[in-house]
């Protein structure tokens, strides 16, 4: 059975890692782009595609299912609003919108249409973090005492306010799902604009998670204007300590433990090694076909935008552009 018809809007740098995707799958009819550039780029990688600088056209295509969002953040609202209106499914690239009144506005209008929502929340859908997720759940690490989240890159393209709109959307709703946790509050931010261009490009976030029994501190850090790339993830717990360091090519997942006698015990658990993409792409797909809420659905998406809300509301009032806006509960 064939599968059902998307179009890519946004065929950036990003987008085109989605057009590549639904293309392996058989699923892209159409992609969208404003750039001649990029339009040029993806007709001549994608022979018998119809691309198109008109996001109109491609809501008014009877043949297309489903509008795959992958334009700068600022205008997901309104790309995905129009495109569920007009009976559309929906795929967005996160955040879902920039605050949580507009995040209930499309949730709402996707349940009344009876039409899929999902964010591209990826690493909800990377083997290497479900393994992990796996290992949390059957006691592996034991009872967990603290998690963090490094994620730090320089960045020359900026398309947002502060980089935690950017980076920690991954972070946040990473660690929520590792720890079957939808009500995190955070108690404590901090911000530096280093280049004093309005953006907030150091950050940190400290984190409570409430689990069943106890709460579960954690931290996110990101940063603009490291030459380093790091992403890394760092779960403790009484038995092991998790690590997922995502730029490494192979052996991403390790635990670390010791035994009795001192000595250090690292352990290199079993994953796949499917692109986490593809596995993303693919789940939408299966989505619009049984009718399935996909598992990065608008509520997943709500707690992320509802805490990064909060946070730029506490950031707003930052200090003088080199100095620190550091605020807590």
């Given at each position: 059975?064939?599968?059902?018809?998307?179009?890519?809007?946004?065929?950036?740098?990003?987008?085109?890692?989605?057009?590549?995707?639904?293309?392996?799958?058989?699923?892209?009819?159409?992609?969208?782009?404003?750039?001649?550039?990029?339009?040029?780029?993806?007709?001549?990688?994608?022979?018998?595609?119809?691309?198109?600088?008109?996001?109109?056209?491609?809501?008014?295509?009877?043949?297309?299912?489903?509008?795959?969002?992958?334009?700068?953040?600022?205008?997901?609202?309104?790309?995905?609003?129009q495109s569920l209106l007009a009976?559309?499914?929906?795929?967005?690239e996160k955040p879902l919108a920039?605050?949580?009144?507009?995040?209930?506005?499309?949730?709402?209008?996707?349940?009344?249409?009876?039409?899929?929502?999902?964010?591209?929340?990826?690493?909800?859908?990377?083997?290497?973090?479900?393994?992990?997720?796996?290992?949390?759940?059957?006691?592996?690490?034991?009872?967990?005492?603290?998690?963090?989240?490094?994620?730090?890159?320089?960045?020359?393209?900026?398309?947002?306010?502060?980089?935690?709109?950017?980076?920690?959307?991954?972070?946040?709703?990473?660690?929520?799902?590792?720890?079957?946790?939808?009500?995190?509050?955070?108690?404590?931010?901090?911000?530096?604009?280093?280049?004093?261009?309005?953006?907030?490009?150091?950050?940190?976030?400290?984190?409570?998670?409430?689990?069943?029994?106890?709460?579960?501190?954690?931290?996110?850090?990101?940063?603009?204007?490291?030459?380093?790339?790091l992403v890394r993830l760092t779960?403790?717990?009484?038995?092991?300590?998790?690590?997922?360091?995502?730029?490494?090519?192979?052996?991403?997942?390790?635990?670390?433990?010791?035994?009795?006698?001192?000595?250090?015990?690292?352990?290199?658990?079993?994953?796949?090694?499917?692109?986490?993409?593809?596995?993303?792409?693919?789940?939408?797909?299966?989505?619009?076909?049984?009718?399935?809420?996909?598992?990065?659905?608008?509520?997943?998406?709500?707690?992320?935008?509802?805490?990064?809300?909060?946070?730029?509301?506490?950031?707003?009032?930052?200090?003088?552009?080199?100095?620190?806006?550091?605020?807590?509960?």
């Amino acid at each position: 059975m064939e599968p059902p018809k998307v179009a890519v809007v946004g065929c950036g740098a990003w987008g085109q890692n989605l057009v590549r995707n639904f293309a392996h799958l058989g699923a892209l009819a159409i992609a969208c782009d404003a750039s001649p550039a990029a339009r040029q780029k993806t007709a001549q990688e994608n022979r018998g595609i119809k691309v198109t600088d008109s996001f109109e056209s491609v809501l008014q295509e009877p043949g297309v299912s489903a509008v795959v969002i992958a334009t700068p953040s600022d205008t997901h609202f309104a790309l995905a609003k129009q495109s569920l209106l007009a009976g559309k499914h929906v795929y967005v690239e996160k955040p879902l919108a920039r605050d949580v009144k507009q995040a209930e506005e499309l949730d709402e209008i996707a349940t009344r249409e009876n039409l899929v929502l999902m964010v591209g929340h990826l690493l909800l859908y990377h083997p290497a973090v479900n393994c992990l997720k796996e290992l949390i759940a059957t006691g592996e690490l034991g009872d967990l005492r603290f998690i963090k989240s490094d994620r730090m890159n320089y960045n020359f393209n900026r398309q947002h306010w502060s980089v935690l709109w950017d980076l920690a959307p991954h972070d946040i709703s990473m660690m929520s799902y590792l720890l079957d946790c939808e009500g995190a509050d955070v108690s404590r931010v901090g911000g530096w604009d280093t280049l004093g261009d309005g953006c907030v490009d150091v950050a940190y976030l400290d984190l409570n998670f409430p689990i069943p029994g106890k709460v579960i501190p954690g931290q996110i850090r990101n940063s603009w204007i490291d030459p380093q790339k790091l992403v890394r993830l760092t779960v403790n717990g009484s038995l092991k300590t998790a690590v997922l360091n995502d730029t490494q090519t192979k052996n991403k997942l390790t635990l670390h433990s010791r035994t009795p006698e001192g000595r250090m015990i690292v352990e290199f658990p079993y994953y796949s090694q499917l692109e986490p993409l593809l596995l993303e792409c693919e789940h939408f797909l299966q989505c619009l076909t049984t009718g399935e809420r996909p598992r990065t659905d608008a509520n997943n998406a709500y707690q992320v935008v509802r805490i990064l809300a909060d946070v730029e509301k506490r950031l707003s009032s930052r200090p003088s552009a080199t100095q620190p806006a550091t605020t807590s509960r």
